[in-house]
């Protein structure tokens, strides 16, 4: 019995896991070139589409800090994943249909089309924002362990979980990758309609692999949420402080209830509201809510530090691709790069290094630091905050160059689409994005989860996800902002739809230099901050 439930439970987790890639592979075939289809067949400026591309990244990353507390107090996953995965399916047909009928000339210009494709994008970030977090949580339960990392008590299920989420990432990874790298050349090569056509289908069939595993699952009712109601609790509590300020009243206890008060014989340094010690109580007290709010309050100046790095990450799927376009993409005579699967080289970069971080780097650090983890996850997100800023640096210093050469051939009295600069010098900030994704995202996710109490946790992913999300708002008001302040007068904007004549490089030192300010502000930050660990053992002393 005991090697049948291992088989099952192997059986449950690998679909989950194939299934989670085939999800990414649909994402990245539809968000990776989504600026070349708004550019070429929507026909949107540059800058517009760039805005389109970053408002609906921002939408569909920050989904999940709405979703996954409604999932965790009201919804079952299996459910959740079922209903989000229909409108993602949905959302995925009525883009494929925009691609049809943007095909036929006499459609091509109805203003209703424009609406319906913003609906069908905005469709599917509904069904993703469910979709994401609920099967990954529901991955989880397939190992039936009520205890949570890192703190489970039994090595063995720990190693299980541990072991799930690498192959979870890889799977990840793997979708992102293929979705990057075959979807862009056949987008490019054979049209929109197949282009979009595939990842529907893709999505279709992940779904119908998922009803189909319905026997061997685990399912867990969610006990938390009988008593853990977040939004309720959060209602209940300002209902009750409103009620208690409109009434402004004192009621003084009977003299016969007066009883003596007596001081603690307790040192004032063991009264630390920020440990966790303090949030263990009960989750419907207004003292339980302040608290926990008290907390995210403590990690919001680092998460807004990490909101440049997200909008740096925003470039390659929209400037970077742009960029590409304009640059010499022949291998041999007849095949031509897809500017966009250049943002494989991001995914690859992290698969490939992510090995040698783990069996090369973290022992040398460890030697140096004498830290059992190399470095701490801090000083592991500062690493990769650096390393973005050298990215943008080196694509300003690239941009700068294919300007240049692009100028000369104008003073020949040449003006082609491309410029005989090739778009594999494009690779080295695309590679460094890939380096510095191994640090942060990696540590954005520890960070995040090590610094929140245990009831916390499902907030702690809405955390992470949510820096993405707002990373790709700002990266939108900047691109407005500097829009509007590069075009008053009459001038050239920096984001000009003939690329020769835009600016780009002034926009990459521009971003490079927002990001530098923003990393010595996070040095200054982490030096100050204290973790939830270090404050629990002041605690323990002062006991």
Same mark, same amino acid.
């Given at each position: 019995? @005991?090697? %049948?439930?291992?088989? &099952?439970?192997?059986?449950?987790?690998?679909?989950?896991?194939?299934?989670?890639?085939?999800?990414?592979? =649909?994402?990245?075939?539809?968000?990776?070139?989504?600026?070349?289809?708004?550019?070429?067949?929507?026909?949107? !400026?540059?800058?517009?589409?760039?805005?389109?591309?970053?408002?609906?990244?921002?939408?569909? %990353?920050?989904?999940?800090?709405?979703?996954?507390?409604?999932?965790?107090?009201?919804?079952?996953?299996?459910?959740?994943?079922?209903?989000?995965?229909?409108?993602?399916?949905?959302?995925?047909? =009525?883009?494929? +249909?925009?691609?049809?009928?943007?095909?036929? *000339?006499?459609?091509?210009?109805?203003?209703?089309?424009? !609406?319906?494709?913003?609906?069908?994008?905005?469709?599917? +970030?509904?069904?993703?924002?469910?979709?994401?977090?609920?099967?990954?949580?529901?991955?989880?339960?397939?190992?039936?362990?009520?205890?949570?990392? *890192? !703190?489970?008590?039994?090595?063995?299920?720990?190693?299980?979980?541990?072991?799930?989420?690498?192959?979870?990432?890889?799977?990840?990874?793997?979708?992102?990758? $293929?979705?990057?790298?075959?979807?862009?050349?056949?987008?490019?090569?054979?049209?929109?309609?197949?282009?979009?056509?595939?990842?529907?289908? +893709?999505?279709?069939?992940?779904?119908?692999?998922?009803?189909?595993?319905?026997?061997?699952?685990?399912?867990?009712?969610?006990?938390?949420?009988?008593?853990?109601? *977040?939004?309720?609790?959060?209602?209940?509590?300002?209902? =009750?402080?409103?009620? &208690?300020? $409109?009434?402004?009243?004192?009621?003084?206890?009977?003299?016969?209830?007066?009883?003596?008060?007596?001081?603690?014989?307790?040192?004032?340094?063991?009264?630390?509201?920020?440990?966790? @010690?303090?949030?263990?109580?009960?989750?419907?007290?207004?003292?339980?809510?302040?608290?926990? =709010?008290?907390?995210?309050?403590?990690?919001?100046?680092?998460?807004? $530090?990490?909101?440049?790095? @997200?909008?740096?990450?925003?470039?390659?799927?929209?400037?970077?691709?742009?960029?590409?376009?304009?640059?010499?993409?022949?291998?041999?005579?007849?095949?031509?790069?897809?500017?966009?699967?250049?943002?494989?080289?991001?995914?690859? %970069?992290?698969?490939?290094? $992510?090995?040698?971080?783990?069996?090369?780097?973290?022992?040398?650090?460890?030697?140096?630091?004498?830290?059992?983890?190399?470095?701490?996850?801090?000083?592991?997100?500062?690493?990769?905050?650096?390393? %973005?800023?050298?990215?943008?640096?080196?694509?300003?210093?690239?941009?700068?160059?294919?300007?240049?050469?692009?100028?000369?051939?104008?003073?020949?009295?040449?003006?082609?689409?491309?410029?005989?600069?090739?778009?594999?010098?494009?690779?080295?900030?695309?590679?460094?994005?890939?380096?510095?994704?191994?640090?942060?995202?990696?540590?954005?996710?520890?960070?995040?989860?090590?610094?929140?109490?245990? &009831?916390? &946790?499902?907030?702690?992913?809405?955390?992470?996800?949510?820096?993405?999300?707002?990373?790709?708002?700002?990266?939108?008001?900047?691109?407005?902002?500097?829009?509007?302040?590069?075009?008053?007068?009459?001038?050239?904007?920096?984001?000009?739809?003939?690329?020769?004549?835009?600016?780009?490089?002034?926009?990459?030192?521009?971003?490079?230099?927002?990001?530098?300010?923003?990393?010595?502000?996070?040095?200054?930050?982490?030096?100050?901050?204290?973790?939830?660990?270090?404050?629990?053992?002041?605690?323990?002393?002062?006991?």
């Amino acid at each position: 019995m @005991a090697g %049948s439930g291992e088989k &099952r439970l192997g059986t449950s987790c690998f679909l989950l896991i194939v299934i989670s890639g085939m999800e990414r592979f =649909a994402y990245k075939g539809v968000a990776s070139n989504l600026v070349t289809y708004l550019t070429d067949v929507v026909k949107m !400026s540059n800058s517009a589409a760039a805005k389109t591309v970053n408002s609906w990244c921002g939408f569909t %990353s920050m989904l999940p800090l709405l979703v996954a507390p409604l999932v965790d107090s009201y919804w079952d996953r299996y459910p959740t994943i079922l209903v989000s995965s229909f409108l993602y399916v949905a959302g995925l047909v =009525a883009l494929t +249909s925009t691609a049809f009928t943007r095909a036929t *000339p006499a459609a091509n210009k109805a203003s209703s089309n424009s !609406s319906f494709l913003f609906c069908s994008l905005y469709l599917i +970030s509904l069904g993703q924002g469910g979709y994401n977090p609920s099967l990954q949580a529901f991955g989880a339960d397939q190992l039936d362990s009520e205890e949570e990392l *890192p !703190s489970s008590k039994d090595d063995q299920k720990s190693s299980k979980k541990t072991m799930f989420f690498q192959w979870w990432y890889f799977g990840v990874c793997s979708g992102s990758l $293929m979705g990057v790298t075959l979807m862009s050349y056949i987008q490019d090569t054979f049209g929109w309609i197949i282009g979009f056509a595939i990842p529907m289908i +893709s999505m279709v069939i992940s779904v119908v692999v998922f009803m189909c595993g319905s026997r061997i699952y685990t399912y867990r009712e969610n006990d938390q949420a009988m008593d853990y109601k *977040p939004i309720f609790n959060i209602v209940q509590v300002i209902k =009750a402080t409103a009620l &208690r300020l $409109m009434k402004c009243r004192i009621i003084l206890p009977n003299e016969t209830n007066v009883t003596e008060l007596e001081l603690q014989e307790k040192p004032l340094c063991c009264q630390n509201n920020s440990s966790t @010690a303090s949030l263990v109580g009960n989750p419907k007290s207004g003292f339980y809510v302040l608290e926990n =709010a008290k907390v995210l309050l403590r990690l919001l100046p680092i998460w807004i $530090m990490l909101l440049m790095f @997200a909008v740096i990450f925003q470039q390659p799927p929209t400037f970077f691709t742009k960029q590409g376009m304009t640059m010499k993409r022949n291998i041999g005579s007849n095949f031509k790069v897809p500017p966009a699967t250049l943002q494989s080289a991001i995914t690859l %970069s992290i698969i490939l290094l $992510m090995p040698l971080y783990d069996k090369i780097m973290i022992p040398i650090t460890r030697l140096v630091t004498s830290n059992e983890n190399g470095i701490s996850v801090m000083q592991r997100m500062g690493i990769g905050m650096f390393v %973005s800023v050298i990215a943008m640096v080196i694509a300003a210093v690239v941009e700068t160059k294919r300007l240049k050469i692009s100028g000369e051939m104008e003073m020949l009295g040449s003006q082609p689409e491309t410029v005989p600069f090739s778009i594999f010098w494009l690779l080295p900030q695309y590679i460094l994005l890939g380096i510095s994704d191994i640090f942060t995202v990696v540590g954005i996710q520890e960070f995040f989860y090590s610094e929140v109490p245990r &009831r916390m &946790r499902t907030m702690a992913f809405a955390l992470y996800t949510s820096v993405f999300g707002v990373g790709s708002y700002l990266s939108t008001l900047l691109i407005a902002t500097v829009e509007a302040v590069t075009s008053s007068g009459g001038r050239q904007s920096w984001f000009s739809d003939d690329m020769n004549e835009a600016r780009l490089d002034k926009y990459y030192w521009f971003l490079a230099s927002l990001s530098a300010l923003s990393f010595v502000f996070y040095v200054i930050l982490s030096r100050c901050y204290t973790s939830m660990k270090d404050l629990d053992l002041e605690n323990e002393v002062c006991k």
